[in-house]
């Protein structure tokens, strides 16, 4: 937030453009871009990219933060994670995730050919991949929203509790679902952050992946 704060003001300060002409360009108050600009309220990804493309700026990349803590003691942290703050993991297909799941050491179909993408997340056990979002099940009117077309990176070994985004397949399903766990009156629902479609139960058949780290957007 505060780094496309930074941008737009120099972006207005370059194009000696007002609040109140941004305001215009985006349909909005001059009002509603100061509370954005001085921090008193926080726009969406497609908010954000709205006023960058008024400024003639067509491209963001936005990492949101759903980050899983990592508590290893600085002096504890192995050394590919001091020294090499990023790494690269796979961008699998909503078909394979058991597959990614249940090969620790190598990726299923690694090839040449094979699309990777770097993160700062050093996963537990060095196996995690990405995924693509696909449809509007985690596009949210409003709060946390994960939108289609956004990568989301997943560790397969972190414990799914509820509160955890996390990716889940039904044996008799050939994809795997993106979806919020959650727990009420004793039963675990896996729950879209979209109101417009249904939760469905956890049952003992699901299968819990992975849970999700991670959501980059690029616009």
């Given at each position: 937030?505060?780094?496309?704060?930074?941008?737009?003001?120099?972006?207005?300060?370059?194009?000696?453009?007002?609040?109140?002409?941004?305001?215009?360009?985006?349909?909005?108050?001059?009002?509603?871009?100061?509370?954005?600009?001085?921090?008193?309220?926080?726009?969406?990804?497609?908010?954000?990219?709205?006023?960058?493309?008024?400024?003639?700026?067509?491209?963001?990349?936005?990492?949101?933060?759903?980050?899983?803590?990592?508590?290893?003691?600085?002096?504890?942290?192995?050394?590919?994670?001091?020294?090499?703050?990023?790494?690269?993991?796979?961008?699998?297909?909503?078909r394979a995730p058991c597959e990614v799941r249940d090969t620790a050491a190598s990726y299923p179909g690694a090839s040449a050919k094979q699309r990777f993408e770097l993160t700062d997340y050093h996963a537990r056990g060095g196996a995690a991949f990405w995924l693509t979002v696909t449809g509007?099940?985690?596009?949210?009117?409003?709060?946390?929203?994960?939108?289609?077309?956004?990568?989301?990176?997943?560790?397969?070994?972190?414990?799914?509790?509820?509160?955890?985004?996390?990716?889940?397949?039904?044996?008799?399903?050939?994809?795997?679902?993106?979806?919020?766990?959650?727990?009420?009156?004793?039963?675990?629902?896996?729950?879209?952050l979209n109101p417009t479609w249904p939760k469905t139960l956890l049952t003992d058949e699901c299968r819990i992946i992975g849970v999700v780290v991670?959501?980059?957007?690029?616009?």
């Amino acid at each position: 937030m505060d780094k496309w704060i930074e941008l737009v003001k120099a972006k207005m300060s370059e194009l000696k453009v007002t609040q109140t002409e941004l305001g215009e360009r985006v349909g909005m108050s001059q009002g509603g871009i100061g509370h954005w600009l001085n921090k008193r309220r926080e726009p969406g990804v497609t908010e954000m990219n709205r006023v960058l493309k008024a400024l003639g700026m067509d491209f963001l990349e936005v990492v949101l933060v759903i980050r899983e803590p990592q508590p290893t003691p600085e002096d504890e942290m192995p050394l590919a994670q001091k020294y090499n703050p990023y790494f690269r993991y796979p961008v699998c297909d909503w078909r394979a995730p058991c597959e990614v799941r249940d090969t620790a050491a190598s990726y299923p179909g690694a090839s040449a050919k094979q699309r990777f993408e770097l993160t700062d997340y050093h996963a537990r056990g060095g196996a995690a991949f990405w995924l693509t979002v696909t449809g509007d099940s985690m596009t949210a009117p409003s709060g946390q929203s994960i939108a289609e077309g956004m990568l989301i990176l997943v560790d397969p070994e972190l414990e799914a509790v509820p509160g955890k985004l996390v990716i889940a397949q039904w044996p008799d399903s050939e994809e795997a679902i993106f979806r919020k766990l959650d727990e009420q009156a004793g039963q675990r629902y896996l729950v879209p952050l979209n109101p417009t479609w249904p939760k469905t139960l956890l049952t003992d058949e699901c299968r819990i992946i992975g849970v999700v780290v991670q959501a980059t957007a690029r616009y």
